[in-house]
């Protein structure tokens, strides 16, 4: 008998836990923060609800994004990758 895994993360703005496939993975690729829409892209992904309440909780938690992927990144460049999400998400409420 085998059940179906489905794989949990947490997100970094609500720290709520829900499946994989419910949330964004952000990933460092070439050295720039990128959405990795297809949940391929190698290396450690941080995740994140597709709500602007949640990128905005983690606008308020500076560095943990950075903390999260083990990159030391520039604080403007984390906020400015966050704010970009934030819109985006906010058109989809």
């Given amino acids: 008998m085998r059940t179906n895994h489905v ?3 947490t997100c970094l703005g609500c720290g709520q836990q829900r499946p994989k496939k419910e949330l964004v993975r952000i990933v460092i690729k070439d050295g720039r923060l990128m959405v990795d829409d297809e949940a391929r892209l190698p290396g450690r ?3 994140l609800c597709p709500r602007a309440g949640c990128v905005n909780l983690l606008l308020k938690k500076k560095g943990k994004l950075s903390y999260s992927l083990r990159a030391s990144l520039p604080h403007d460049e984390e906020e400015g990758f966050l704010r970009g999400i934030e819109r985006t998400q906010g058109e989809e409420e």
């Fill in 45 to 47: 992904g941080a995740y």
């Fill in 7 to 9: 794989p949990i993360r």
